[in-house]
């Protein structure tokens, strides 16, 4: 085997992505990985950005297929190397996206005898991976160059279809590892002609249920959705059926006059949801994460309303235990006779009432839900709002109506790879992208931000820093021996100083213009600080959640 034959077969193997639709590299350093890495580089239809830290760089593909929809590949040296794709290979897999996970590896002999950076390979990303194919070397025949066509079109087709994930090829790579003369034409001549892929594949055909959604009082919940357009299906649905649509920013539906968007501060109100039960619901999406509405939904009192889910894969998300029928089919399924108004009417002078006294009580001031509130508001359909987990996402959905795509690392709702995901949708994203963090997601991932420098992607980061994990002190942990130390863990961090280091620019303001004025001044690369008191924030959520019963009650 000479590095031709190894260069050959990568370069066949890279042409053949290109013709599957994938654009986007994420390489990270090494030398048992040169051939893929340098392949991957030169080939011209793809773009490949370099990122030092492989666990970083997977987020920032994680966030390039999230935002595109199209598969991102991966690209690494063995060892560690590959294990620091772990968390976004997990996330990837939970939150259905696409990605391509290329790892190098040394050949079967050079395993398990000591040899140098090396470890178990196989399978390493288990179950999280859709696919996992061992790649050996082996001369470059017209054979070989099509069996390695045909694996790109597999490993490809594999991770978009269906449910959506990640798919991992190991690749045994041989010494020597640097070509020493001009590589060939390839054996076989090539792809196919007109760019055509070698195999190509089709979406299946998608079959309506036909469900016969009936009743008086049906509700729709909707979460997270991976397809472009869904969002506005079934806002456009709720609106022309007269049904209450309850949906979390994420699933791009809360638009239209039939949008509930503070469910979560009107289900916090004792008893009101008892009054506004339904007789059938509907949920497309994944669940959101309020809460209040999953235990309202899991919790009716008998007869317990027929609960239908929407899934386009099937999938079972259904941790209550209230769902009763699991369709695999998206919101082209939601047929139904329409309602006249006195149902959503209902639900729609409920959610003035708690928009007003919320508005009361946020008042003026740069309150952590005024942030939420404010970032959302000034988002354009054309942006994207990228918001980390924590407080920032259940802000957004209890506070905040924006026309931006929502997206969000939520598949397992970690905190890690906040700013590496966020980085990674606004290289593939057309508007613009903000980022809307707390302070422990971006420190978690601050070295996430040496992607701004080493591939040219713009980000506003928006960062609450309450000088730790708010949300904690909403829990029952709060004020235990050893919680602020291990549980809130006060860091200290002053950002201006990351972000001088990072080459973003950094600004912190104090009131709500300067907090406009400075998202809208915003032209590269910059850091939004907001700092706030974690204790009053408890105490500022408590005090609106109050305020809503109390309007509620008096409408009542
Ligand atoms: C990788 C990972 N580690 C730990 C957690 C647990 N966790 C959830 S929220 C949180 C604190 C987040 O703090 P911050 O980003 O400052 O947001 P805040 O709670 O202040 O809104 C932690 C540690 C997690 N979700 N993911
Ligand atoms: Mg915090």
Not at 6 to 12: F, I, P
Not at 99 to 112: N, Q, S
Not at 418 to 424: I, K, R
Not at 495 to 524: I, K
Request: with cysteine; glycine share 10%.
């Amino acid at each position: 085997m000479t590095p031709t034959d190894t260069y050959l077969g990568l370069r066949a193997f890279a042409d053949e992505l290109v013709r599957c639709g994938v654009q986007h590299v994420c390489t990270s350093p090494g030398s048992r990985s040169a051939p893929l890495v340098l392949t991957l580089h030169r080939e011209p239809g793809l773009t490949a950005t370099s990122h030092i830290d492989e666990r970083s760089g997977a987020f920032f593909g994680l966030g390039v297929a999230k935002a595109t929809g199209r598969p991102a590949v991966l690209a690494c040296t063995s060892g560690t190397a590959a294990a620091n794709y772990a968390p976004a290979v997990i996330e990837a897999y939970e939150a259905r996206v696409p990605l391509l996970v290329l790892t190098a590896d040394r050949p079967w002999e050079l395993r398990d005898v000591g040899a140098g950076q090396t470890i178990d390979q196989v399978k390493l990303f288990g179950r999280a991976a859709k696919w996992f194919v061992e790649i050996d070397e082996a001369p470059a025949t017209a054979e070989r160059m099509g069996f390695l066509r045909r694996l790109a079109c597999r490993a490809v087709w594999t991770a978009v279809r269906g449910r959506p994930g990640p798919v991992h090829l190991n690749f045994a790579l041989r010494e020597p590892l640097i070509l020493d003369e001009r590589l060939p034409r390839e054996p076989g001549g090539g792809g196919r002609a007109d760019g055509r892929a070698w195999t190509e594949s089709h979406a299946p055909a998608r079959a309506v249920p036909d469900l016969h959604l009936e009743g008086k009082r049906p509700v729709l919940v909707a979460g997270r959705m991976e397809r472009p357009g869904d969002g506005d299906a079934v806002a456009g649905f709720a609106a022309r059926h007269r049904w209450p649509l309850l949906a979390d920013p994420l699933s791009g539906a809360r638009r239209g006059d039939a949008a509930i968007a503070h469910y979560d501060a009107l289900l916090r109100v004792p008893n009101w949801g008892e009054g506004f039960a339904p007789d059938l619901v509907v949920r497309v999406g994944d669940l959101p994460t309020s809460k209040p509405l999953r235990q309202w939904l899991a919790g009716f009192s008998p007869p317990a309303p027929r609960q239908v889910a929407l899934d386009p894969a099937g999938a079972w998300q259904d941790p209550d235990a209230a769902v009763g029928e699991i369709h695999p089919a998206g919101p082209e399924a939601l047929r139904a006779e329409p309602l006249d108004d006195g149902w959503l009417d209902g639900w729609r002078r409920a959610d003035t009432v708690a928009r007003t006294a919320m508005g009361r009580v946020l008042g003026g001031g740069l309150s952590e839900p005024a942030v939420a509130v404010r970032v959302a508001a000034a988002l354009g359909p054309q942006d994207t709002l990228f918001v980390a987990a924590s407080m920032p996402v259940r802000d957004l959905e209890t506070f905040a109506v924006t026309q931006a795509r929502v997206l969000s690392n939520r598949g397992a709702n970690g905190i890690d790879g906040t700013a590496s995901t966020a980085l990674g949708v606004a290289a593939a994203s057309a508007g613009r992208t903000v980022l809307l963090t707390g302070d422990v997601a971006l420190l978690h991932d601050v070295g996430g931000l040496l992607a701004a420098r080493r591939t040219g992607a713009q980000l506003t980061i928006v960062v609450i820093n309450n000088d730790g994990g708010g949300i904690f002190g909403f829990l029952p942990v709060a004020g235990e021996d050893g919680y602020d130390e291990h549980v809130a863990t006060p860091h200290g961090i002053d950002f201006a100083l990351v972000a001088a280091t990072f080459g973003f620019t950094h600004v912190l303001v104090d009131t709500p213009e300067a907090f406009d004025d400075a998202l809208r001044s915003a032209a590269r690369s910059n850091v939004v600080e907001v700092r706030t008191d974690r204790t009053a924030n408890v105490q500022l959520h408590r005090g609106i959640w109050a305020a809503v019963a109390k309007a509620v009650a008096v409408q009542t």
